[in-house]
């Protein structure tokens, strides 16, 4: 459906809105009558010439005394997978119309409920009864129907002429898809509110199918299942089939293709559903509901699965249903996953929860069939932008996403599309494509097409919509892609660009880089009157220190004044959640506290107020005392409350001494495990954290200091232990590698990848460009600075 025949549409149907609801909804509620009424006028006119036919069938049901329709009878009758057994139409409603609106409202409802029961739950989702009802009853049920029923709108999949004789082209499937996204959108405008969905335009599905079918045209199974998690109204999955039946016909061998879908939003799975019946696909198949919160089709494997699903949004609302108390319930969000040492781990694999689009991805990722002998697999395209590409740290689960799809070979290519190329976002999105069969010459690899600066530009825009994939462009990537082909952009401006990449090539180690805690530590008042509260809660308790002093320790105070201590934390904007409301009014806490104070000034008395640059000496002191104070008052700190105390009275100085963590004895044997997993040699092992004590087998490490903890992201195929000798350790000296704490992450750059530094214009071509637009304007700057142009060009010349 070209733009022109699609805006004309859209207008008419605006018009219906502008003249026939203006009094009676505000201009953000026109949808809720516009919508459902383009989808049951399109199903309304499909039934019309097969009417007759439907009545007499439900004349001859009706003799038989049969106590049950025979529905597949009546579908037979209809031509489709629906029917109406009213003896109405929209046209017959609008024809025999009377000023009697109840009468009116009578027979609509009646037209209402001859629907078979698939077309009723479109009707239920739309709510469109209670609207009909509503128009009755405002007077204006009768011109809404005069101008649905008007013979020069077509919403039929077929060409029709108006009186005049005019054609009035067909709208298809996709272009009732393009009806409603502009529809919705012009809605959603008059109400302030973003469209919530990014329909995908047909050129982009197109590129999709050929991407997704042209690798097996050849091959393609004579029983396909095709599936989209996030359907929308459905135009992925009929011009998938539209596709497949038009570029690669057969005419020896039937082809039947199954369409699967769910969709959340009411309205657009209504359209979907509508789209399907017409098109004569099994409705039953497309499923309401959220795609996340319920597996609907557990245990089913499809063929071919593309997708365009809702990125940027939050599944907040939806993690109940994936995750229990912070553990993934969904066995579709979980991948196993090998961590540094080879040691098999099941990991999270859920993306924050602002931003949903890689479930989709899981989703899909999920429902692939495996290979096997002869099998073709699966497989998908997916649209998304480009935070899937990067987003999340390593042993995130945006990374685990990424690094299983990569490591399971899962991964076969990701075009980059042009920016406002969608109808309702400018950001710059891509096409994943996926398989879990690909051929020989593409395992292992990786193939990304930078296709951003591939255009051409509308004559007008269509909301942000502002250019669009040409013909010549489709094929220019699909074949970039067949080839697997690497294309440097001609002249660095314009055209295509790809590469191809090993798996390993996205693959990182993420890897801590420590150095030793240096202490100073000294006691004084003020440093021990800190331990008066808990260092989470600082500020409450301190307010509350200085309003009841040390009336807090006594039983009743912290009960009577609650509400008092709440009010301002929230009037200080403290969002304390229930446990820490229930912390701060817990006298055990204040009371543990105070003995925290009380056992450090007892320490001080004990071990003096000298400040001492060695903290392995300090706490060795503040031990014995303790020791001491538990033989003759029974008071014990546990290990948590002694590393309070002595971090209140100690800070980090790069002039002291290195903390002591421990001294480490090795024999012979647990020397050589330790080298063999390490992968070192003995005189290597300081790089790993252990310096040698003077002793055989003794080696002391250091404990490190969370403030100067840096990490380094190496490459997979790059050596950890290299890289730290060339990079790191020429600038820290005392620095180690914490090979404990590696974790493997995976991510896609296309502006590394693709970058062209374009080098800066000297000063002489840039002044000769100001002398010549200089010159261009009659030397007028020459005139303001009172110099001649002459002088000027002389000087660059």
């Known amino acids: 459906m070209n733009h022109a025949v699609h805006n004309k549409l859209v207008s008419f149907i605006w018009s219906i809105a502008d003249d026939c609801l203006r009094d009676i909804y505000v201009r953000g509620k026109y949808r809720d009558v516009i919508l459902p009424m383009v989808v049951l006028r399109r199903l309304d006119a499909l039934l019309e010439p097969t009417k007759s036919k439907v009545m007499d069938e439900l004349a001859l049901q009706r003799e038989m005394g049969l106590t049950e329709l025979d529905e597949s009878a009546l579908q037979a009758a209809s031509g489709y997978v629906f029917y109406n057994i009213s003896k109405w139409t929209l046209s017959q409603l609008q ?53 649905f029923t008007s013979p020069h709108i077509n919403l039929t999949p077929k060409d029709i002429e108006d009186p005049e004789g005019n054609r009035l082209p067909a709208l298809s499937n996709l272009g009732m898809g393009y009806v409603f996204e502009e529809l919705i959108r012009k809605f959603n405008e008059e109400n302030n509110e973003e469209a919530g969905e990014h329909f995908t335009p047909r050129e982009v599905i197109e590129l999709m199918t050929h991407l997704v079918f042209d690798p097996i045209k050849d091959r393609l199974p004579t029983v396909m299942t095709i599936y989209d998690p996030a359907c929308g109204s459905g135009g992925m999955l009929t011009e998938s089939q539209n596709f497949i039946e038009e570029k690669y016909p057969d005419p020896t061998t039937r082809r039947d293709v199954y369409l699967y879908g769910k969709e959340i939003n009411d309205e657009t799975y209504a359209i979907c559903k509508s789209d399907m019946m017409i098109k004569g696909n099994n409705p039953a198949y497309i499923r309401p509901g959220s795609t996340l919160s319920v597996d609907e089709f557990a245990g089913s494997r499809f063929d071919f699965m593309l997708s365009n699903p809702p990125y940027g949004k939050s599944w907040a609302s939806e993690q109940k249903f994936i995750k229990e108390n912070g553990n993934v319930i969904d066995p579709r969000f979980k991948v196993t996953l090998r961590d540094y040492w080879g040691n098999e781990e099941e990991q999270d694999a859920t993306p924050r929860s602002s931003d949903g689009q890689l479930l989709f991805l899981m989703e899909m990722v999920n429902k692939m069939k495996a290979p096997g002998e002869v099998g073709l697999g699966s497989r998908i395209a997916s649209v998304h932008n480009g935070s899937s590409l990067f987003t999340g740290d390593a042993g995130g689960g945006e990374s685990n996403i990424r690094r299983h799809i990569i490591e399971n070979d899962l991964l076969d290519a990701i075009i980059q599309l042009p920016n406002n190329l969608f109808y ?39 909301g942000n919509k502002n250019c669009e994939f040409a013909a010549e462009h489709i094929e220019l990537i699909t074949q970039a892609y067949l080839n697997l082909d690497s294309i440097d952009r001609q002249g660095g401006s314009d055209g295509i660009a790809a590469r191809v990449f090993e798996n390993r090539d996205f693959g990182y180690h ?68 229930a446990k820490q409301r229930k912390k701060v009014l817990n006298l055990e806490v204040w009371m543990k506290q105070s003995l925290l104070v009380t056992v450090a000034n007892y320490l001080m008395q004990a071990v003096g107020t000298n400040e001492f640059d060695d903290f392995n000496w300090f706490a060795k002191q503040v031990d014995k005392v303790l020791k001491q104070l538990s033989r003759e008052s029974g008071i014990k700190l546990g290990a948590s409350e002694r590393n309070q105390l002595l971090n209140a009275v100690s800070w980090y100085d790069e002039k002291a001494a290195k903390v002591i963590r421990k001294v480490e004895k090795f024999d012979r044997a647990h020397l050589a495990v330790l080298r063999q997993r390490l992968n070192c040699s003995e005189h290597e092992l300081v790089d790993y954290g252990y310096y040698p004590n003077g002793k055989p087998g003794e080696f002391i490490t250091y404990e490190s200091s969370s403030e100067l903890r840096d990490s380094e992201s190496i490459p997979l195929a790059e050596s950890i232990h290299r890289f730290f000798k060339a990079e790191v350790q020429p600038h820290v000296e005392e620095a180690w590698i914490n090979l404990e704490s590696v974790k493997i992450g995976y991510e896609i750059s296309f502006n590394k990848y693709f970058y062209k530094h374009q080098p800066l214009r000297s000063m002489e071509e840039l002044a000769r460009e100001i002398v010549t637009l200089e010159h261009q304007a009659e030397g007028l700057i020459a005139e303001i600075l009172g110099i001649e142009v002459d002088l000027v060009q002389r000087t660059w010349s």
């Open 510 to 577: 993420k890897v801590n880089i420590e150095r030793p805690d240096r202490r100073k530590a000294q006691f004084s008042a003020e440093r021990i009157e800190t331990l008066r509260f808990d260092k989470a809660l600082r500020e409450p308790m301190e307010w509350i220190y200085r309003q009841w002093g040390e009336a807090v320790y006594q039983d009743q105070t912290l009960a009577k004044n609650e509400k008092a201590i709440l009010s301002w934390c929230e009037d200080q904007g403290l969002e304390l959640n």
């Open 424 to 462: 309702n976002t400018g950001i710059t999105t891509y096409i994943w494509l996926l398989s879990s069969n690909k051929p020989a010459h593409r395992r292992g690899k990786v193939q990304l097409i930078d296709a951003s600066l591939l255009y051409r530009k509308l004559r007008k825009n269509l």
């Open 95 to 147: 024809k025999t119309a009377t000023n009697n609106q109840q009468i009116l409202l009578s027979n609509c409802e009646e037209y209402l409920d001859g629907f078979s029961g698939n077309v009723k739950d479109i009707i239920r989702r739309f709510n469109l009864k209670a609207q009909v009802r509503h128009m009755a009853a405002k007077d204006v049920l009768l011109d809404v129907l005069e101008k």
